[in-house]
C-alpha cells in the first residue's frame, strides 16, 4: 500500500513540511521552477519547500519541455555563466535537479540558454543532509533566497524561511542519525 502523502507538500505525512512552513514571504521577482521530473520524488528535494514559502510569486513546473511563452521581457535565468548581471529582472527561473539534469533541461529548452544569466557568488551551503560536489553548490531553496536577496534586497526578510529551512534540515538529519 503506498504511503500517505500530504496533497500541499506533496511530502510524505511523516516528513510534511506545511507545519514549519512560515506565511509566504512577499517577493515583486516572479519566481519559476523548472523542475526535471526524476527530481520530484525526492525526499530531500527543495523546490517544493521554496515555491510554498514564496506562494503565490513562485511556481513549481515540472517536465523536461517548457513553454517559450516564460521568457518574457524581465527574465533571467539562475544558473553559473559568464557576463554582467541580468538589469530589471521581474522574473527569475531556476532549474532543479541534479547537475546532469540542469544540463539536459538546458539542452532541451534551447531558449533558456540565450536568457541573461544571474550567477551567485560561492557560498556555503546550510543543507547538511545532500553533500555538494563542489564548494558553492546550494540546494533550490538556498540559491533561490540568496538570488532574491540579490535582487531585491532586505534579506532579513527571509529569515523566517530560512528558520523553516534549518529546522527541516535538523529534522532531516535527526531522522537519519546524525
Known amino acids: 500500500m503506498p504511503r500517505a502523502v500530504c496533497p500541499r507538500c506533496e511530502r510524505p505525512a511523516a516528513t510534511c513540511l506545511c507545519a514549519t512552513l512560515p506565511p509566504p514571504v512577499a517577493v515583486r521577482t516572479g519566481l519559476v521552477v523548472l523542475q526535471h521530473p526524476a527530481e520530484a520524488g525526492h525526499a530531500k528535494n527543495t523546490a517544493a519547500f521554496l515555491t510554498l514559502g514564496l506562494s503565490p510569486a513562485a511556481r513549481l513546473l515540472r517536465g523536461e519541455v517548457f513553454d517559450t511563452a516564460l521568457a518574457g521581457p524581465g527574465t533571467a535565468l539562475l544558473y553559473p555563466g559568464a557576463g554582467p548581471p541580468p538589469a530589471d529582472v521581474s522574473r527569475l527561473i531556476l532549474l532543479d535537479g541534479s547537475w546532469r539534469q540542469s544540463r539536459r533541461l ?5 531558449w533558456l540558454a540565450a536568457l541573461p544569466r544571474l550567477s551567485l557568488p560561492p557560498q556555503p551551503s546550510r543543507y547538511a543532509i545532500r553533500r555538494a ?3 558553492g553548490q546550494l540546494s533550490t531553496l538556498e540559491a533561490g533566497l540568496h538570488a532574491l536577496a540579490l535582487l531585491e534586497g532586505i534579506p532579513e526578510r527571509f529569515d523566517p524561511l530560512w528558520a523553516a529551512f ?3 534540515v535538523r529534522a532531516g538529519l535527526s531522522r537519519r542519525g546524525d
Do not use: S, V
Open 133 to 135: 560536489h563542489r564548494p
Open 166 to 168: 534549518d529546522e527541516f
Open 106 to 110: 538546458l539542452a532541451a529548452n534551447p
